[in-house]
């Protein structure tokens, strides 16, 4: 899986946190390989940006465009087709990890 399987519309659902949540990834205009694009939380925008290494699929979320507020760990889940991806998210404020599900909206 690679950087094209990244690129559209996902709906997130993360562990203890309200939905809807809607994350779109383009591909990036600063990084070859790389993905960026936008997280809607109900109307709360942030920003994301990140990449594909040995299959692990690392993103940084931003809710100033400037500072880190969340790391998004994950890797596609297997039989889905490249239409869902599971891992962590952890807030850049502390706190446990929080388990979240991707999924390519008219995927799976």
Known sequence: MG???????????????????????EESKEFSEGVS????RDGRKAQIAGDIEDGEIQLEESEDGTHISA????????GSCGNEIKGTWQGA???????FVLRKAGGL
């Open 3 to 25: 950087q094209a399987d990244l690129l559209g519309l996902w709906q997130a659902e993360i562990e203890s946190q309200p939905g809807p949540i809607a994350v779109l990834l």
């Open 71 to 78: 790391n998004w760990t994950g890797q596609f889940s297997q």
């Open 37 to 40: 694009g936008g997280i809607d």
């Open 93 to 99: 404020q502390g706190g446990a990890p929080r388990h």
